[in-house]
T-cell receptor, first 117, second 114 residues
Framework: GAVVSQHPSWVICKSGTSVKIECRSL??????MFWYRQFPKQSLMLMAT?????????EQGVEKDKFLINHASLTLSTLTVTSAHPEDSSFYIC?????????????FGEGSWLTVV | QQPVQSPQAVILREGEDAVINCSSS?????VHWYRQKHGEAPVFLMI?????EQKGHEKISASFNEKKQQSSLYLTASQLSYSGTYFC???????????????FGKGTLLTVNP
């Protein structure tokens, strides 16, 4: 099956620093990837749609200058949390939509736990 | 336009059945079902694309009523491994196929006890 890898799985950073999370599709190309955030015992909330070769589309209420998204290739999207604060601590999950014809299934990465201290 | 899931939580004994519902106020293009274990990423269960479509995998199946904008997930003869939070993700009809972003419900916590 299709595999999406996220790195790092766990990260602890100091308040005010920036953290980068990578999302890679290992065995398929994905023009479109998605970034979600999930707080404990809550649902997955879409933050932005990452588009290869163009700017990401952010959901309402998500600060694009704080959550920088770069989709530089068909297999890699990165999310950078800039000037992180404790309230940014959360589980960040990416997902990818394969480019292959007829593909409707979206595959999730393993997720990244971010703790800002 | 977050889909509404019900019930919020359900507790079963091993071998019992459960139904989880997902409804939307908007016309749907597709419904996706995922199961998430605590601390892990969601795992894809199935996708339903057509009105009236039903799918199944072993003892987990789902239906999609396009007219009612609803989907239901059926778990029969539940196993301990079925425990987790079940999310439905909906893709609205107005979004079309080129903007394939999913909106997830709040989830249904399923606990299967021995």
């Amino acid at each position: 099956g299709a595999v999406v890898s996220q790195h790092p799985s766990w990260v602890i950073c100091k308040s005010g620093t920036s953290v980068k999370i990578e999302c890679r599709s290992l065995d398929f190309q994905a023009t479109t990837m998605f970034w979600y955030r999930q707080f404990p015992k809550q649902s997955l909330m879409l933050m932005a749609t990452s588009n290869e070769g163009s700017k990401a589309t952010y959901e309402q209420g998500v600060e694009k200058d704080k959550f920088l998204i770069n989709h530089a290739s068909l297999t890699l999207s990165t999310l950078t949390v800039t000037s992180a604060h404790p309230e940014d601590s959360s589980f960040y999950i990416c997902s990818a939509l394969p480019d292959r014809a007829g593909g409707n299934t979206i595959y999730f990465g393993e997720g990244s736990w971010l703790t800002v201290v | 336009q977050q889909p509404v899931q019900s019930p919020q939580a359900v507790i079963l004994r091993e071998g019992e059945d459960a139904v989880i519902n997902c409804s939307s106020s908007k016309a749907l293009y597709s419904v996706h079902w995922y199961r998430q274990k605590h601390g892990e990423a969601p795992v894809f269960l199935m996708i339903l694309l057509k009105g009236g479509e039903q799918k199944g995998h072993e003892k987990i199946s789902a239906s999609f009523n396009e007219k009612k904008q609803q989907s239901s997930l059926y778990l029969t003869a539940s196993q301990l491994s079925y425990s987790g939070t079940y999310f439905c993700g909906t893709h609205r009809l107005s979004s079309g196929g080129s903007n394939y972003k999913l909106t997830f419900g709040k989830g249904t916590l399923l606990t299967v006890n021995p």
